[in-house]
């Protein structure tokens, strides 16, 4: 069964500072991976998708890289701003299985 | 265009009652998926239709949750009767279905807070 783990579960910076999620999954036949914003009381907006055969993404002050081998994706955040804060979610797509198995966030919080 | 339609966007109610819980996915998309999320964790999947056919409801409890999509569109996630482990945030998702590496980026409402007392 796979199983997806983030860190840190939780992450304070101050305003500006470069910063790295972790996301980590043990079965490495995955389809594809997606990083997920999501703030208090809200749903999940889409921030990258990783397709298996890609290394990484981009998209503004985001950048997402995938290992697929060793079951390992980073979520890099860049002159981070008090608007990024949020949980900030990992998912993997599993081959054959056609469902996202999620990890259990991490909390982000950029102070001014 | 709008994204995901959910309502209602909260809801609460007494153990034993039934409840319903409503989904209007983005135009066009085949694949709908409802999620169970409960407070500190991940969603977790209850159902995924391909079109009108439920195609993953292994993570479905039966004996009390029941979902169905009309004419592949709108979908409807029930829970009769109700116990207080069902409180948590019910998300719907959508997605253009399979493409040639895997599923195509999945697009979420905004949930369904329900509270059991």
């Known amino acids: 069964k796979q199983e997806v783990t983030q860190i840190p579960a939780a992450l304070s910076v101050p305003e500006g500072e470069n910063l790295v999620l972790n996301c980590s999954f043990t079965?490495?036949?995955?389809?594809?991976l997606q990083w997920f914003r999501q703030d208090p009381g809200k749903g999940l907006t889409s921030l990258l998708l990783?397709?298996?055969?890609?290394r990484e993404q981009t998209s503004g002050r985001l950048n997402a890289s995938l290992d697929k081998s060793s079951g390992r994706s980073t979520l890099y955040i860049a002159a981070s701003q008090p608007g990024d804060s949020a949980t900030y979610l990992c998912?993997?797509?599993?081959?054959?299985?056609?469902?996202?198995?999620f990890g259990k966030g991490t909390m982000l919080l950029v102070s001014p | 265009e709008a994204g995901v339609v959910q309502s209602p966007r909260y809801k609460i109610i007494e153990k034993k009652q039934p409840v319903a819980f409503w989904c209007n996915p983005i135009?066009?998309?085949?694949?709908l998926y409802w999620y169970r999320q409960n407070l500190g964790q991940g969603p977790e999947l209850l159902i995924r239709?391909?079109?009108?056919?439920?195609?993953?409801d292994s993570q479905l409890p039966k004996d009390r949750f029941s979902a169905e999509r009309l004419k592949g569109v709108d979908s409807t996630l029930k829970i009769q009767p109700a116990e207080l482990g069902d409180s948590a945030v019910y998300l719907c998702?959508?997605?253009?279905?399979?493409?040639?590496?895997?599923?195509?980026?999945?697009?979420f409402g905004q949930g369904t807070r329900l509270t059991v007392v």
């Open positions: 998702a959508s997605s253009l279905g399979r493409g040639r590496e895997g599923l195509t980026e999945a697009f």
């Open positions: 079965d490495s036949a995955i389809y594809n």
């Open positions: 990783i397709q298996s055969s890609q």
């Open positions: 998912a993997v797509e599993n081959s054959g299985y056609s469902t996202l198995t």
């Open positions: 135009s066009g998309h085949n694949t």
């Open positions: 239709y391909e079109n009108e056919e439920a195609v993953d």
